[in-house]
């Protein structure tokens, strides 16, 4: 815990500087992944807009129905790319997904647990004298997934297996920096940006690279089923 959150503490400027510094480069990674993800998003749906059905803006005089069905279509283009994918294919990208989303969430329930006491229905498990972090369900969430789909060997089940076997490593992932040092570290500067930045990079980047090839996909069965310029 940092010395600002002890009554009476007075945190040291060199200290100060530090966390302020890692704090910028947290945030700083935050707004890169967003904004890769952002323009991912865009891009495909200006894609569509051109290769697609939609009527161009220099060809309609209504814009806002224009963007609407380059949208809907962006989206059939992904719905689309997923169905096409392989069960590998498929397992990989929920895993990626659940992965970032409950990363996202644990993080931001986390924070605010520390500073109100809990959040909604989340607030910390404490066993008598002992703190349950939440790489304990994760490990066991990990296990129990990925021992299904060993046993299994089902390659239909992996889709369904895989957000479980996700959610496990990212609830574990969270915490590695305390299982490294076997202390609580999680709010330290080490805690935080070996941990957040690292996990945050490789699971956007991941993400970013399979779901273009699963647009692609898309684009080869969506848009041939319409004639470019068609409104």
């Keep these: 815990m940092r010395l600002p959150h002890l009554p009476g503490a007075v945190e040291p400027p060199l200290a100060r500087r530090r966390r302020l510094r890692a704090e910028r480069r947290t945030w700083a990674l935050a707004v890169a992944a967003l904004g890769a993800g952002g323009a991912l998003a865009v ?3 200006l894609r569509v807009w051109h290769r697609g059905s939609a009527p161009l803006l220099a060809d309609t005089d209504d814009p806002v129905a ?3 069905e380059a949208f809907g279509q962006a989206l059939e283009v992904a719905l689309r790319g997923y169905q096409e994918g392989s069960e590998h294919e498929n397992a990989l990208l929920s895993l990626l997904g659940s992965f970032t989303l409950t990363w ?3 993080r931001s329930s986390t924070h605010l647990i520390r500073r109100r ?3 909604g229905p ?3 498990i404490v066993l008598g004298p002992h703190h349950i972090h939440h790489f304990v369900p994760g490990i066991g969430l990990a296990f129990l997934a990925g021992g299904a789909a060993v046993v299994s060997r089902n390659d239909l089940l992996d889709p369904w297996l895989a957000p479980a076997f996700g959610i496990g490593v990212a609830l574990t992932l969270d915490e590695s920096a305390l299982l490294l040092k076997l202390d609580d570290v999680y709010w330290t500067e ?3 940006v070996s941990v957040q930045i690292s996990l945050a990079a490789m699971a956007m980047l991941s993400a970013l690279a399979l779901a273009l090839r699963v647009l692609r996909r898309g684009e ?3 848009l041939l089923e319409a004639p470019a310029g068609a409104g």
Excluded: C, Y
């Design 122 to 124: 989340f607030r910390d």
């Design 117 to 119: 006491g809990r959040w």
């Design 190 to 192: 080490e805690g935080i």
């Design 104 to 106: 996202a969430l644990v």
């Design 66 to 68: 224009a963007g609407a």
């Design 220 to 222: 080869r069965v969506v």
């Design 43 to 45: 891009s495909e749906v």
